[in-house]
């Protein structure tokens, strides 16, 4: 017996509606890959190397997509990022 499908009668979303969900957001420095007895060894000080040089732009993340590169930047005590090259507003869109 086929299964009958309704059309949904819900609006279709907006781009106003968009814009109010709400996505985390994340700067990433760097990465590395480490083993578990690496990870168990972490003391406080200790100084781990990422794939990354100083100086180097860092990726604007969201919703785990990186979708700009940036600059570290410290505003009023915090730590800020200063959008150096970001993706079209369409390309922005598909990563979403």
């Known amino acids: ?27 990433e420095l760097g990465h590395k890959l480490m083993r578990v007895k690496e990870l168990l060894e972490l003391t406080p000080g200790r100084i781990v190397k990422l794939d990354r040089l100083a100086g180097e732009p860092v990726d604007l993340v969201i919703n785990g997509k990186t979708i700009a590169k940036g600059e570290v930047a410290v505003i009023d005590e915090n730590f800020a990022v200063r959008i150096v090259t970001l993706l079209s507003p369409e390309e922005r869109l598909k990563l979403l």
């Open 1 to 27: 017996m086929p299964t009958e499908y309704k059309r949904s009668t819900k609006k279709k979303l907006s781009m106003e509606h968009l814009q109010d969900i709400t996505l985390p957001v994340s700067l």
